[in-house]
């Protein structure tokens, strides 16, 4: 066994190595449910083969001992050597083998199923969120809001709510479902979404803006235009840049286009059922659905709905719409 457990904490350190470096293209999520699995195999075993055993060799042990004191008493030997209590403890001890498996299961288990269902922790590494969310927030996303789904397969399981307009939302970047991505909900199955020269229209409705003092960018050392939209009834923040101009250079050709128009003051979009039409509130430095397309139900991942620290800036920690 002890050659066995080398091989799997082998295997995914080798595993873990080679995505550090690049070599293979890592899933944290399918990691952690074979860890989940190995670690829960081994706590079986452990709890019901090789506990007993231990525990019936040291009762052995001990039955020996007293057995063995009883027959030198008898023959007036009181002072007898060895302390069998300390090779109890010995007997007793989880091997090295074990306690690097079974005995990681609670914890591993544990961090599964609230990463799962719950919540699970992300780090933005970007600022196309930027004012809402700056680059190193390390923030929450709600895992039940939109229907439980089932880890690796992000198959849905429970209907849930489903995503309005406003929220951040975490989901898998179709081009690259092995990637994870941040924007904010804009257009829902079935709406129009015009943004023309950096005014958003929905469904033929101009989007509520106000004009806030501008907004310093302490990475591009710049200032920006920022500005106050609501969106379902929610207020945040986004950015223009003036001199980007309005047109979306480069979009892919991606599922759904024939359902867009791109022109030099911008683009319009008809979002198809069963998708989402995503931009970040950095509206001129966002790779977003303008580009890449529409978000399909199947990759949403949850919603983003707290920074619980940034170690750069201590104060970002609290919730954000």
Known sequence: MQALTSAVLAGFVLYAA????GVVEGNFALLLFLATIVTGVYWLAERYYFLPQRQNAAALLEATDIQRRQDLGKM???QVDGNVEEAKSRILMQPWWLDWTAGLFPVIISVFFLRSFLVEPFKIPSG???PTLLVGDLILVNKFTYGLRLPVLNTK???GTPPQRGDVMVFRYPPKPSLDYIKRVVGLPGD????INKRLTINGQPIETNVLPEFFDDDVMRY???LEESLGGKKHRLLNDDQRPAFVPGADNFAGREG????????????PQGHYFMMGDNRDNSLDSRYWGFVPERNIVGRAFFVWMNFGNPKR???FD
């Not at 129009?192 to 943004?195: L, P």
Request: aromatic fraction near 18%.
């Open 128 to 130: 196309s969120m930027i």
């Open 192 to 195: 129009t979404v015009a943004y």
């Open 260 to 271: 867009c128009l791109y022109s030099v003051e911008g683009v319009t979009c008809k979002v």
């Open 224 to 226: 920006f235009k920022q």
């Open 317 to 319: 920690i609290g919730a």
């Open 157 to 159: 399981i429970t209907e």
């Open 18 to 21: 080679s995505w550090y470096f």
């Open 76 to 78: 007036g030997i009181s």
